[in-house]
């Protein structure tokens, strides 16, 4: 694959303000030389500059990092290699001062080129699409849920009782001047009129002291729970 290259612009671009993905010192080799040469390196995307020194407007020259290798090198300590599979391709090498400084440099390196943020897209894009697919089901499922069977069920309106005319055992259908009281007065006997503050006296002792025994026996858990250890 051929290449047009303007020196010009690539020159621009290693001296704009675009973000530095990794900079610092390394040392380079060619394949021929044997010798090292100290140089300051700029990684922008897949480009890597490199400058005789820091802060020089104008690389030596750049290295696209396309179609590469990032590998280990057994030559110098701390030392790697960017290898080209392609035909005619050449090998770089590099030494650095320290194992991590090393790594930190084959890591840059070896995300820096397009192919490889494709694939990382291409990773992204399919978690993604699994978390909202997900999240779909679960929307789903819930919408789907029904209620148990022995949830109690509220009566439709119009059908709604007055928990006053329960019918206990040994009790008529119905409590004595409530609505519902007509179906058993006996067609012959006058209707008698039971005033509403009877009918709430008479059920209201009884609730007041369903509440006071529930009130007594909740303060005598209390106190139980409350009470210290005897120690033995």
């Known amino acids: 694959m051929t290449m047009k290259i303007n020196e010009k612009n690539l020159c621009a671009f290693a001296c704009s303000a675009t973000p530095v993905d990794r900079d610092g010192w390394l040392d380079m080799r060619g394949e021929v030389g ?19 020194k820091k802060g020089d407007k104008e690389p030596l020259g750049v290295i696209i990092l396309e179609g590469c290798t990032i590998e280990l090198t057994e030559e110098e300590a701390y ?22 400084s090393m790594e930190a440099w084959m890591k840059a390196l070896a995300c820096a080129s397009y192919d490889y943020m494709k694939l990382m897209v291409a990773e992204l894009q399919r978690q993604l699409d699994d978390a909202q697919a997900e999240a779909a089901a679960e929307a789903a499922a ?13 009566p439709p309106r119009g059908q709604r ?32 009129k039971v005033p509403f503050r009877d009918i709430h006296t008479a059920y209201g002792r009884s609730i007041l002291a ?9 303060k005598q858990r ?6 210290p250890l005897i120690q033995l």
């Not at 040469?37 to 500059?49: V, Y």
């Not at 209390?222 to 009470?227: D, L, M, N, P, S």
């Open 34 to 52: 044997k010798s090292y040469q100290r140089r300051w390196f700029m990684l922008k995307g897949n480009l890597l500059f490199y400058f005789d």
């Open 222 to 227: 209390e106190e139980a729970t409350t009470k």
């Open 79 to 100: 030392s790697f290699k960017i290898v080209f599979q392609c035909e005619n391709g050449r090998t770089y090498y590099f030494c650095t001062n320290s194992q991590a």
């Open 161 to 192: 009782y007055n928990p006053f005319n329960r019918v206990t055992e040994g009790e008529g259908k119905a409590v004595q001047g409530s609505r519902h009281h007509k179906e058993n007065i006996h067609p012959e006997m006058p209707r008698k």
């Open 142 to 154: 819930l919408v789907t849920v029904t209620p148990p069977e022995d949830e109690p069920k509220v």
């Open 210 to 218: 369903d509440r006071s025994e529930w009130r007594a026996k909740l």
